[in-house]
């Protein structure tokens, strides 16, 4: 099984930016696909991004889209979550989640996670 690792959450004031990064190690990362997700206080976790192993397509959330972007690193076996713009309303655990299926990611079912990273924005 893949063993996912975020990095790259912290504190930043509404309006700011934050990059968050995913690594992966284990078993072979080839065909994973991965997302983004995220989890407030007193609320389920929720889909933020997807993107297949192709890389040909990228699924988001209504709710951020324009402001953030997910890219994976075709050198290394990370994946990449750029969040720009960022409200309040972005405060939440963010996870990265990978399968071999893209479904399972964008139904957020996937069968490796991390163990999430803390995005806090301050108004």
């Known amino acids: 099984q893949v063993r996912l690792s975020e990095s790259g959450g912290g504190l930043v004031q509404a309006g700011g930016s934050l990059r968050l990064s995913c690594a992966a190690s284990?078993?072979?990362?080839?065909?994973?696909?991965m997302g983004w997700f995220r989890q407030a206080p007193g609320k389920e976790r929720e889909f933020v991004a997807a993107i297949p192993w192709s890389g040909n397509f990228i699924d988001y959330a209504d709710s951020i889209k324009g402001r953030f972007a997910i890219s994976r690193d075709g050198a290394k076996p990370t994946v990449y979550l750029q969040m720009n713009s960022l409200k309040p309303e972005d405060t939440a655990v963010y996870y990265c989640?990978?399968?071999?299926?893209?479904?399972?990611?964008?139904?957020?079912?996937?069968?490796?996670w991390g163990q999430g990273t803390q995005v806090t924005v301050s108004s």
């Open positions: 284990g078993r072979t990362f080839s065909g994973y696909s």
């Open positions: 989640g990978g399968d071999l299926l893209y479904r399972r990611v964008r139904n957020i079912e996937c069968t490796s």
